[in-house]
């Protein structure tokens, strides 16, 4: 048999450990793993000269934009930019314009996508105004329904409990997650005040998005989904408390996961001092104490996995003298697994952490068959990496459309400088050199 491609001289993360060998490609899928003089007859051979192969990454929180956001970002800019991350799938968030909250905006927004995207790209979608068609949505291909608490975004009343409740009861038949960004409704009337007193600077918008902001809307949603059986996924858990309330919840067999942003730990606000309004998101970055909360809770596993929240704007959309009118979000591709590898060289974090955060778990927990694991039949996505490569994050040279981060001139070392696709080479050396169009999109005919 004659195999589309052999990489030899591997360093590759199996199990748990790292061991020396070939990988045979075909058709898209690994086809083995084991020593070179055992591999398949190929055309193509790739030597990795010994670095480092990991599962491709999964970011499980993206906003891709496009639509009616393209200025912002699309799908082909998006992309790249996991790609050169050594991110291989993306799953993308549905406040878009128009919002993905239908079969028809999901299938929509596949069609657009399928044309331009260079890694696998999976949707989720907010929840219909009727809940009937939960359904078909999920048909459709939706990986998730994602729920904003803190302001209507998709069609289902926030404020409605049982509403909640029903909806959460119809994601646990169809056996997709519910992914909750907690911060409560207070958010808005907050806002509104602070508008009306003309407060509108940073300490403003710390104080309207307060930890009790997030610790409430965390136990709101955990009390109405104990009535049920759903899988809640909280988003960007930005607390200790918070952090706290999802820790004891899973101890009562409650189906419930969690997930940290970069920015989350690696900032906190006296960052904002060095990078203004850069640096703001939702939840916003916290105090330091905050953020040693949150690593603990990366070394002992209370917190599942780990995201970007890639949200990218223009640039002048970050900046202005009123706090209320800057578009919140960080772009974050390019940058999580450099900041990552960074801790690792550092020894105060492991491979094995980065591939169950970026890999295994978002693999499991949003159920992409075939992926997250380095492993014989799996799709062939791989990440290598160069562990001692040295390099100053530029954003001026990022292939997102946002070229500006609040880790901009960061100097770090550990890169990825090859990823494969479903067994194709999409980037070598921060060079894409696949077409648009080569990535999949996941999820279509999932019932």
């Given at each position: 048999?004659?195999?589309d491609?052999?990489?030899?001289?591997?360093?590759?993360?199996?199990?748990q450990?790292?061991?020396?060998?070939?990988?045979a490609?075909?058709?898209?899928?690994?086809?083995?793993?084991?020593?070179?003089?055992?591999?398949p007859?190929t055309?193509?051979?790739?030597?990795?000269?010994?670095l480092l192969?990991?599962?491709?990454?999964?970011?499980?929180h993206?906003?891709?934009?496009?639509?009616?956001?393209?200025?912002?970002?699309?799908?082909?800019?998006?992309?790249?930019?996991?790609?050169?991350?050594?991110?291989t799938?993306v799953l993308d968030?549905?406040?878009?314009?128009?919002?993905?909250m239908?079969?028809e905006?999901?299938r929509?927004?596949?069609?657009?996508?399928?044309?331009?995207?260079?890694?696998n790209?999976?949707?989720?979608s907010?929840?219909?105004?009727e809940?009937?068609?939960?359904?078909?949505?999920?048909?459709?291909?939706?990986?998730?329904?994602?729920?904003?608490?803190?302001?209507?975004?998709g069609?289902?009343?926030?404020?409605?409990?049982?509403?909640?409740?029903?909806a959460?009861?119809?994601?646990?038949?169809?056996?997709?997650p519910?992914?909750v960004?907690?911060?409560?409704?207070?958010?808005?009337?907050?806002?509104?005040?602070?508008?009306?007193t003309?407060s509108?600077d940073?300490?403003?918008?710390?104080?309207?998005?307060?930890?009790?902001?997030?610790?409430?809307?965390?136990?709101?949603?955990?009390?109405?989904?104990?009535?049920t059986?759903?899988?809640?996924?909280?988003?960007?858990?930005?607390?200790?408390?918070?952090?706290?309330?999802?820790?004891?919840?899973?101890?009562?067999?409650?189906?419930?996961t969690?997930e940290?942003?970069?920015?989350?730990?690696?900032?906190?606000?006296?960052?904002?001092?060095?990078?203004?309004?850069?640096?703001?998101?939702?939840?916003p970055?916290?105090?330091?104490?905050?953020?040693?909360?949150?690593?603990?809770?990366?070394?002992?596993?209370?917190?599942?996995?780990?995201?970007s929240?890639?949200a990218?704007?223009?640039?002048?959309?970050?900046?202005?003298?009123?706090?209320?009118?800057?578009?919140?979000?960080?772009?974050?591709?390019e940058?999580?697994?450099?900041?990552?590898?960074a801790?690792?060289k550092?020894?105060?974090l492991?491979?094995?952490?980065?591939?169950?955060?970026?890999?295994e778990?978002?693999?499991?927990?949003?159920?992409?068959?075939?992926?997250?694991?380095?492993?014989?039949?799996?799709?062939?996505?791989?990440?290598?990496?160069?562990?001692?490569?040295?390099?100053?994050?530029?954003a001026?040279k990022?292939?997102?459309?946002?070229?500006y981060?609040?880790?901009?001139?960061?100097?770090?070392?550990?890169?990825?400088?090859?990823?494969f696709?479903?067994?194709q080479?999409?980037?070598?050396?921060?060079e894409?050199?696949?077409?648009?169009?080569?990535g999949?999109?996941?999820?279509?005919?999932?019932?």
């Open positions: 048999m004659i195999v491609l052999v990489l030899e001289n591997a360093k590759a993360y199996i199990c450990e790292i061991l020396g060998c070939s990988i490609i075909d058709q898209g899928r690994i086809f083995k793993i084991g020593k070179e003089t055992n591999m007859k055309d193509q051979k790739i030597d990795l000269k010994n192969v990991l599962p491709g990454l999964i970011d499980a993206v906003h891709l934009r496009d639509e009616g956001k393209s200025y912002k970002e699309d799908f082909y800019s998006g992309t790249a930019a996991a790609a050169v991350g050594g991110i799938t968030m549905p406040n878009n314009a128009p919002v993905t239908s079969a905006t999901l929509n927004r596949m069609k657009i996508a399928e044309k331009k995207i260079v890694v790209v999976g949707f989720f907010e929840f219909p105004k809940l009937g068609e939960t359904k078909e949505i999920v048909a459709k291909g939706a990986v998730a329904f994602k729920l904003f608490l803190a302001d209507q975004v069609g289902l009343n926030i404020d409605d409990d049982q509403a909640l409740k029903t959460f009861r119809g994601t646990s038949k169809f056996k997709v519910v992914a960004h907690a911060e409560d409704r207070m958010l808005s009337k907050k806002t509104e005040e602070f508008r009306r003309f509108s940073v300490d403003a918008f710390l104080e309207v998005h307060s930890e009790a902001s997030e610790v409430r809307a965390i136990e709101r949603v955990l009390a109405i989904s104990k009535q059986s759903a899988h809640i996924h909280f988003c960007h858990v930005s607390t200790s408390n918070g952090l706290k309330a999802i820790t004891d919840a899973k101890k009562s067999n409650m189906t419930i969690c940290v942003t970069p920015h989350h730990l690696f900032l906190s606000v006296d960052d904002f001092k060095r990078c203004g309004t850069l640096a703001l998101t939702m939840p970055i916290r105090a330091k104490h905050q953020v040693e909360a949150l690593w603990n809770g990366v070394f002992n596993g209370d917190i599942d996995i780990l995201v929240d890639h990218p704007h223009a640039l002048e959309e970050k900046s202005s003298s009123n706090v209320w009118d800057v578009k919140v979000g960080i772009p974050g591709l940058t999580t697994l450099p900041l990552l590898l801790m690792v550092k020894a105060k492991s491979i094995t952490h980065v591939v169950r955060l970026l890999a778990k978002p693999a499991d927990i949003f159920n992409l068959k075939g992926r997250g694991y380095l492993k014989e039949g799996n799709h062939a996505d791989l990440v290598v990496i160069d562990l001692n490569k040295k390099f100053k994050i530029d001026s990022f292939y997102s459309k946002a070229k981060s609040p880790f901009d001139g960061w100097n770090t070392i550990g890169k990825a400088v090859k990823t696709v479903n067994g080479l999409i980037m070598d050396d921060d894409i050199v696949a077409k648009s169009g080569t999949k999109v996941i999820g279509e005919n999932k019932l």
